[in-house]
């Protein structure tokens, strides 16, 4: 299985693998989620002393293209699991998150349409708000799963307890989520609202808890699994002071090439194909100016600290999250320049990346190094417009926090008039939802866009700035400085 991995590695410069030890000891199955990276050492070389171990006799010999051949250590995948299999005598999963259970604390995650809201071992409710007058607000609601009855994980809990089962025996479901197995604890939700696609039959939702050492038990995702049956995955630092329930990164594997008798220290083709791709990187001839030091870390910080990933929620298409971190001005100035529209806010993974200057504009755009910035504009601020579109719409919605102070949730602010879509002929238009988000960092920032309908998007901010200026907001949703 191991050499069919190397060959996959390497790809196309190999055309032999032989030579495989007899004694492999059992790998598992071949999967993605374990990463591996080829070295090409020299001749001096001794094997590592810690992480995954090694043995003279466990090998595969490669023959490029050009017959040249090398000798490959592989790995043995087997070790760094003794934590999994220490006793551990501390708390259930479920006891664990009693406390939480306890706080009526409640999550919400914000889609195009729908708002849902997670109140943590009570229930999972959808729901959306439209204001039919000045004064009235209309809400469409939908019970996904009450807590009336007992989760299968806590019944798992009670089982540990009286019948003996010793919780390092207990096997501790996984799911992939973003790539990794990660395990979860499940809080079963029943006896929602009738479904009528299902013969009336009540609505249920799986909430499944994921360690995350710092989060604030924000729902990653909300899917409808099959008709009327839901699953929110909610991360949670309390899940992780138990140790089969931590997230353990997967470390990468080395597998060692060293190369044989008339062969070079990597394959040729190899080292050009590296070469090829250096120069790809290069600044294009004729860069005058280097970016200023916030926007290359920006992009760098996106490119190692993004937690989301493209996802279909309700049926609609979310087509990009990202988590990145903004430049660490004071508070006082940064707030500033964010409502002035003179310090915008970028986001977004993968091909499109996405800008939001306030009360400016909202572009969608690329970076090429040959054809340079392509930009389309997703919408432009007009106070008019915004206005009518405020009396018609929810432009701020408040929420009664437990000590009975009114808050604000977010706020909604329209842009209208971007470039004409080539699909509908008419100007493109963005909802922008602002929202506080609670985090150790007071400068991260997540942005994230879909497009409910064709052209018309709707782009998600949130961020600890804007929990400063948030309760600023009057009826139409705009916001001011806080005195």
């Known amino acids: 299985m191991m050499a069919v991995l190397l060959?996959?590695?390497?790809?196309?410069?190999?055309?032999?693998?032989?030579?495989?030890?007899?004694?492999?000891?059992?790998?598992?199955?071949?999967?993605?989620?374990?990463?591996?990276?080829?070295?090409w050492p020299g001749a001096e070389f001794t094997l590592p002393t810690s992480g995954a171990l090694?043995?003279?006799?466990?090998?595969?010999?490669?023959?490029?293209?050009?017959?040249?051949?090398?000798?490959?250590?592989?790995?043995?995948?087997?070790?760094?699991?003794?934590?999994?299999?220490?006793?551990?005598?501390?708390?259930?999963?479920?006891?664990?998150?009693?406390?939480?259970?306890?706080?009526?604390?409640?999550?919400?995650?914000?889609?195009?349409?729908?708002?849902?809201?997670?109140?943590?071992?009570?229930?999972?409710?959808?729901?959306?708000?439209?204001?039919?007058?000045?004064?009235?607000?209309?809400?469409?609601?939908?019970?996904?799963?009450?807590?009336?009855?007992?989760?299968?994980?806590?019944?798992?809990?009670?089982?540990?307890?009286?019948?003996?089962?010793?919780?390092?025996?207990?096997?501790?479901?996984?799911?992939n989520i973003e790539g990794q197995l990660t395990p979860y604890y499940s809080v079963a939700m029943?006896?929602?609202?009738?479904?009528?696609?299902?013969?009336d039959q009540p609505r249920s939702t799986a909430v499944l808890y994921v360690c995350h050492p710092e989060a604030k038990h924000e729902i990653l995702s909300v899917a409808e699994v099959t008709t009327c049956e839901y699953e929110v995955v909610v991360l949670t630092p309390l899940l992780c002071a138990h140790p089969k329930y931590r997230f353990k990164s997967s470390p990468v594997n080395a597998i060692f090439c060293q190369a044989l008798a008339g062969s070079p220290l990597r394959p040729q083709r190899l080292a050009q194909l590296d070469k090829e791709q250096e120069e790809?990187?290069?600044?294009?001839?004729?860069?005058?100016?280097?970016?200023r030091e916030e926007e290359t870390s920006a992009v760098r910080e996106e490119a190692f600290t993004s937690t989301h990933k493209p996802m279909t929620v309700g049926g609609q298409s979310q087509v990009t999250v990202g988590t990145t971190h903004i430049s660490r001005l004071t508070d006082e100035q940064l707030i500033k320049e964010f409502l002035s529209g003179s310090y915008c806010l970028h986001g977004g993974v993968g091909w499109w990346k996405y800008e939001f200057?306030?009360?400016?504009?909202?572009?969608?755009?690329?970076?090429?190094?040959?054809?340079?910035?392509?930009?389309?504009?997703?919408?432009?601020?007009?106070?008019d417009e915004h206005l009518d579109w405020a009396k018609k719409n929810v432009a701020r919605s408040l929420q009664l926090r437990e000590d009975g102070v009114q808050k604000v949730k977010l706020v909604s602010h329209f842009y209208g008039h971007g470039d004409v879509c080539d699909l509908t002929g008419k100007p493109r238009q963005v909802i922008v939802k602002l929202k506080c988000k609670e985090s150790e960092s007071p400068h991260a920032v997540t942005v994230y866009m879909l497009e409910p309908q064709t052209c018309q998007y709707?782009?998600?901010?949130?961020?600890?700035?804007?929990?400063?200026?948030?309760?600023?907001?009057?009826?139409?949703?705009?916001?001011?400085?806080?005195?």
Not at 280 to 291: D, M, N, R, V
Not at 472 to 478: F, H, K, N, Q, S
Request: proline letters at 5%; hydrophobic letters at 25%.
């Open 7 to 39: 060959l996959a590695l390497v790809g196309g410069l190999l055309e032999v693998c032989s030579g495989v030890s007899a004694n492999r000891g059992g790998y598992p199955s071949f999967t993605d989620e374990i990463p591996f990276k080829i070295t």
């Open 54 to 175: 090694y043995s003279e006799e466990d090998f595969v010999i490669l023959t490029t293209t050009e017959k040249e051949k090398y000798k490959c250590l592989l790995p043995s995948l087997t070790a760094g699991e003794e934590d999994d299999e220490k006793e551990y005598g501390g708390p259930s999963p479920g006891e664990l998150l009693e406390s939480l259970f306890k706080r009526s604390s409640c999550s919400y995650r914000i889609e195009s349409y729908w708002t849902y809201e997670v109140c943590h071992g009570k229930h999972v409710r959808q729901y959306h708000e439209e204001k039919e007058t000045s004064q009235k607000i209309s809400v469409q609601e939908y019970f996904l799963g009450n807590m009336a009855q007992k989760s299968q994980s806590t019944e798992t809990d009670q089982a540990e307890k009286t019948d003996g089962v010793k919780p390092s025996e207990t096997k501790v479901p996984t799911k």
């Open 190 to 199: 029943g006896n929602g609202t009738p479904c009528l696609l299902k013969q």
């Open 280 to 291: 790809q990187l290069k600044p294009p001839f004729g860069a005058t100016s280097e970016p």
């Open 357 to 383: 200057c306030y009360g400016r504009h909202v572009h969608q755009y690329h970076e090429d190094k040959e054809q340079g910035k392509n930009i389309v504009v997703v919408g432009n601020w007009n106070a």
């Open 458 to 483: 709707v782009l998600g901010v949130e961020s600890p700035v804007i929990c400063r200026i948030l309760d600023t907001a009057d009826d139409y949703g705009l916001l001011s400085l806080s005195s």
